[in-house]
């Protein structure tokens, strides 16, 4: 009788023990649930765009489980954790998926030292070399730039093919096109900035632009040069509408489309392809507006700069300088040969 007593006990003890278990795994459970939903809007509310925080989420997830497999608590991890974390990475993925992660984990962990103090970030003398951290481009001299402008070419509107339907769109699509050339080389706007503008953000009365602010950038408003105005008033007044009676479209947005399309990017691609025609050395937008900013930089103070290029934060406009060293390096090895 009392072994079965004995038994019983034995059996009792071990659900009781079972129970506690899983009541200690479901809290736990619970809690990292609740860490990850107050990570996920940390990330966002810190500017992240929904992708690149659903990225460091999952990042930060797999680290978890490795480190519950290694028995090592999130609060314990130390900087040999995670150098022995990312030394089981190097064989299988490449430096910049690494260094992605570790910058997920850095994250997370500057999440949970605002909400626990006693935490300390284990990764932050950690840093991933062999990553290019920036593209750098050829940059295009000042004259180069003006003469892009001054030299875009516009169709000839006595042209024998005047009453051709498709040569008046033609015509239409290049004043356009200058016009967002010229925002570009004097403004320094980016395809997204340009991609967003709306009517009301030209103010010709006071001969300035708007532009608004976006996830990546600061609101900011910029002079329009004297000889940009009278291009911009027939776009803004006549050329504009006259697009859009073609398609018999509506819009608020400043730049609209020939064709039945409505992305912006199309416009960009074309006019891209037009100024490659007139320059080869002519790449991207991007390009355009690096050679831009890195030409202001000469001019402006650093914080000038950062608000005329719409950065966030200074560091983005420092980067700038690397294309600036590239191209008197260039100069240097054009000029004073080795050999």
Not at 127 to 146: A, D, M, N, P
Not at 275 to 286: A, E, I, M, P, R
Request: proline share 1%; charged share 25%.
């Amino acid at each position: 009788m009392s072994i079965k007593l004995g038994k019983t006990r034995d059996s009792r003890t071990r659900k009781q023990a079972v129970k506690a278990i899983n009541v200690a795994e479901a809290e736990n459970l619970l809690q990292e649930l609740k860490n990850q939903q107050e990570f996920t809007q940390y990330l966002l509310l810190k500017g992240y765009s929904t992708t690149t925080t659903k990225r460091y989420v999952k990042d930060v997830e797999i680290f978890i489980k490795w480190a519950e497999k290694e028995n090592v608590q999130i609060k314990q991890v130390s900087y040999s954790d995670v150098l022995h974390y990312i030394q089981g990475k190097r064989e299988h993925v490449k430096q910049r998926t690494i260094s992605t992660t570790v910058n997920s984990i850095k994250h997370y962990f500057n999440f949970l030292a605002i909400t626990d103090q006693t935490i300390e970030n284990p990764t932050t003398q950690i840093q991933i070399k062999g990553v290019k951290r920036k593209t750098l481009y050829h940059i295009l001299s000042k004259q180069e730039l003006e003469s892009l402008y001054n030299n875009f070419e516009l169709p000839e509107e006595n042209s024998k093919y005047k009453n051709q339907n498709w040569f008046k769109t033609s015509v239409l699509t290049s004043k356009r096109n200058k016009v967002i050339l010229g925002l570009i080389i004097y403004q320094g706007l980016g395809s997204t900035e340009l991609g967003q503008l709306t009517e009301k953000d030209i103010k010709l009365r006071d001969g300035k632009i708007y532009i608004a602010g976006t996830r990546k950038s600061n609101e900011r408003e910029m002079k329009l040069e004297a000889h940009q105005v009278l291009d911009i008033m027939e776009y803004t007044l006549k050329t504009r509408q006259e697009i859009l009676k073609l398609n018999n479209k509506q819009s608020e947005m400043l730049f609209v489309s020939a064709g039945e399309s409505e992305h912006f990017r199309s416009i960009i691609n074309k006019l891209i392809k037009k100024l490659n025609k007139q320059s080869s050395k002519v790449t991207s937008v991007l390009q355009i507006r690096t050679s831009v900013i890195t030409h202001w930089l000469k001019l402006h103070n650093l914080r000038q700069v950062q608000y005329m290029a719409g950065h966030r934060y200074v560091s983005s406009t420092e980067a700038y300088f690397v294309n600036d060293l590239d191209d008197l390096q260039e100069d240097i090895t054009k000029f004073h040969p080795i050999g």
